[in-house]
């Protein structure tokens, strides 16, 4: 399904009267759909009939949340069964609240913006010359993108873990080594996410799910999940530390001992 329109945020639309009401047409211009769209997803049963006067049906703010998430969980990549199915199985007050719960998950990965760079500037900042393979592996890792019509600039994706790798490159190491790197670190550093999120939802979530998403417990679910996610970020980043300092004590410990020999 084709959706050109950029969509308004949840966000403006929680700022907006809970019982202003609009056309179709307005309808899917905020939820960032078109018309053909909308009539899609209600044939679908993914949101309630508006109220209709004469031939005009008037949707209220709980249609274009419910819009609104089934656009956003769509473009993370769900099946459209999927998010049927979801969305069916809850409350209609709970789109809203997903949605600012989404948002709240983001907010890691939106802290740091995606930064344009010259090719040229960014082999300068690791102190190399410019390497089209490095540029592809970079990009293989999801690190950076070229930007359109513009083959002398790329995209960071992640631009505080390639000014990172940069530096690291303009210390010495060589910069095959630090890409090579990464897919390690990456998928470690998945797992350890992947055993956090199980734990929290069996014992955070999954509750909360089994007593149908209870509206007064919302508030105390986004104030869990804001504080755990800082923890386990405090917790990894500790035991990173210290395992790095005992790796570093051990292979200095074995340099040492051929020096000895």
Do not use: C, K
């Given at each position: 399904m084709?959706?050109?329109?950029r969509?308004?945020?949840?966000?403006?639309?929680?700022?907006?009267?809970?019982?202003?009401?609009?056309?179709?047409?307005?309808?899917?211009a905020?939820?960032?759909?078109?018309?053909?769209?909308?009539?899609?997803?209600?044939?679908?049963?993914?949101?309630?009939g508006?109220?209709?006067?004469?031939?005009?049906?008037?949707y209220r703010?709980e249609?274009?949340q419910?819009?609104?998430?089934?656009?956003e969980?769509?473009?993370?990549g769900?099946t459209?069964?999927a998010v049927?199915?979801?969305?069916?199985?809850?409350?209609?007050?709970?789109?809203?609240?997903?949605?600012?719960?989404?948002n709240?998950?983001?907010?890691?990965?939106?802290?740091?913006?995606?930064?344009?760079?010259?090719?040229?500037?960014?082999?300068?900042l690791?102190?190399?010359?410019?390497?089209?393979s490095?540029?592809?592996?970079?990009?293989e890792?999801g690190l950076?993108?070229?930007v359109?019509?513009?083959?002398t600039?790329?995209?960071?994706?992640l631009?505080?873990?390639?000014?990172?790798?940069?530096?690291?490159?303009?210390?010495?190491?060589?910069?095959?080594?630090?890409i090579?790197?990464?897919?390690?670190?990456q998928e470690?550093?998945?797992?350890?996410?992947?055993?956090f999120?199980?734990?929290?939802a069996?014992?955070?979530v999954?509750?909360?799910?089994?007593?149908?998403l209870?509206?007064?417990?919302w508030?105390?679910?986004?104030?869990?999940?804001?504080?755990?996610?800082?923890?386990?970020s405090?917790?990894?980043?500790?035991?990173f530390r210290?395992?790095l300092?005992?790796?570093?004590?051990a292979?200095?410990g074995?340099?040492l001992?051929?020096?000895?020999?």
């Open positions: 084709s959706e050109p329109v969509p308004i945020s949840s966000s403006d639309a929680g700022a907006s009267d809970p019982t202003e009401e609009y056309t179709i047409d307005e309808l899917a905020r939820a960032g759909m078109t018309v053909r769209n909308v009539r899609a997803y209600a044939g679908r049963g993914l949101i309630a508006p109220r209709l006067e004469g031939r005009t049906g008037y703010q249609h274009l419910r819009l609104q998430l089934v656009r969980l769509v473009d993370r769900y459209l069964a049927e199915q979801a969305v069916r199985a809850s409350p209609a007050s709970a789109a809203g609240h997903t949605m600012d719960l989404l709240l998950l983001d907010q890691p990965q939106r802290e740091v913006e995606p930064e344009i760079m010259t090719v040229e500037a960014l082999s300068s690791a102190g190399v010359t410019h390497d089209d490095l540029i592809r592996a970079m990009a890792f950076l993108e070229p359109e019509d513009d083959p600039r790329v995209r960071l994706l631009p505080n873990v390639v000014r990172s790798g940069a530096a690291a490159v303009a210390l010495g190491l060589p910069a095959s080594a630090v090579e790197i990464f897919p390690v670190v470690n550093l998945r797992t350890i996410a992947d055993e999120v199980e734990r929290v069996a014992a955070i999954q509750p909360f799910l089994d007593a149908g209870p509206e007064e417990q508030a105390g679910i986004f104030e869990s999940i804001q504080t755990l996610l800082s923890v386990a405090q917790v990894t980043l500790g035991i210290h395992e300092s005992e790796s570093i004590d292979e200095i074995t340099l001992g051929q020096i000895d020999q």
